[in-house]
């Protein structure tokens, strides 16, 4: 009996494992003419350190989803240049979108892609380096992710865009150099969509551009990507503008966490950043816990969650919860997004829970 274990041990040590896949996301790449008879394309370069070959699939994502896929393999220890990628290998005539590439993640550190959008004109290229994102780090809700505009809105234009890892929701927020928010629009976006608003403060906020104007993409839910390119006017010279995660100080007055029926704030938001100062450790498979948010403000707060289990849910209209996490969810963690609106501000909170 001893042996014939030991022997269905080693036999499976030698079984093949199932290969898992790296995924990694290029936000913005495209073909065709732009503004100021500018001509666009973008060449795709991928380098392998590996002593065996790598095969890679290419997956290109417009406003519409997944808008075709290709494969590509590159040697041992080689590099293969994709000329304008979204014309060759997904025959566009003119596009904008991302593209992921997968492959096995036994090469996640032995092959490296990086990409250049560049503008192609009689006076020569002008172009930006995009570079890829891992899957893994894509912005989740509750994040905000930062993009500035241009100096001189009259010298250069804004364009910036999203693509949507998963289903999302963005609250696009244009703030103007001295704080004050200008405008302001949710909008949602399928999974696999990506999306460029051209002219963006124009196109998207239906206002005009001013000097410094900042961008804030809030993913209110989802995975998102959001990402940015300032364009001289004149020459047509693109600079690559990355969405720079950040967190703000709370517009509402998120006291904390309160337990049971008490008033009293047990668990802080001490630095008013949306964020509770510690996990909340609970105990499943025993009782329920009943919670409540604390929000200060001269008007009633409204609450909605944004990723809660279905075994937690507001039992009042004041930020009262309960919650009975079965035993099954021992050991795991939750970073609980709600979204809150009080006094004429929208923030989303988050309360992490860490379950035993």
């Excluded at 014939?4 to 065709?32: D, E, H």
């Excluded at 809700?141 to 010298?155: D, M, R």
């Excluded at 608003?197 to 989802?222: E, K, M, P, R």
Aim: proline share 4%.
């Amino acid at each position: 009996m001893k042996i014939t274990r030991i022997l269905a041990a080693i036999f499976a040590t030698l079984l093949p494992l199932a290969a898992g896949a790296t995924t990694l996301v290029i936000p913005a790449s495209g073909t065709g003419p732009g503004a100021n008879d500018s001509h666009w394309q973008t060449e795709l370069t991928l380098h392998n350190l590996s002593a065996s070959a790598v095969t890679a699939t290419l997956t290109f994502h417009d406003v519409t989803g997944s808008a075709g896929t290709s494969t590509v393999t590159v040697a041992p220890r080689a590099t293969v240049a994709i000329a304008d990628v979204v014309a060759s290998r997904f025959g566009r005539e003119a596009a904008t979108g991302a593209i992921e590439i997968a492959f096995d993640s036994a090469f996640a550190q032995k092959l490296t892609v990086s990409s250049r959008t560049f503008n192609k004109s009689a006076a020569g290229e002008f172009g930006q380096d995009i570079p890829a994102v891992d899957q893994a780090s894509i912005p989740e809700g509750g994040s905000t992710v930062v993009l500035s505009g241009p100096s001189s809105a009259t010298e250069a234009r804004f364009n910036f865009g999203v693509y949507a890892d998963k289903a999302s929701t963005i609250q696009w927020d244009l703030v103007r150099a001295d704080g004050s928010i200008a405008a302001s629009k949710e909008l949602t976006y399928a999974a696999g969509t990506q999306a460029q608003y051209n002219g963006g403060v124009a196109a998207l906020f239906n206002t005009d551009a001013q000097d410094n104007d900042t961008i804030h993409a809030v993913v209110t839910s989802g995975r998102a990507i959001a990402y940015g390119s300032v364009v001289d006017n004149v020459s047509g010279d693109p600079t690559y503008v990355p969405g720079i995660l950040a967190r703000a100080d709370s517009r509402i007055d998120f006291a904390g966490i309160a337990f049971g029926d008490s008033s009293s704030v047990s668990v802080p938001d001490a630095n008013h950043d949306g964020l509770l100062d510690r996990s909340i450790d609970v105990q499943t498979g025993s009782w329920p816990i009943n919670f409540r948010i604390v929000v200060n403000s001269t008007t009633p707060a409204t609450f909605e969650l944004l990723n809660a289990p279905p075994q937690l849910r507001f039992y009042d209209a004041h930020g009262g919860l309960t919650w009975w996490p079965d035993a099954a969810s021992s050991g795991t963690t939750l970073n609980l997004k709600v979204r809150v609106t009080a006094d004429g501000a929208t923030e989303i909170i988050t309360i992490p829970f860490n379950l035993h």
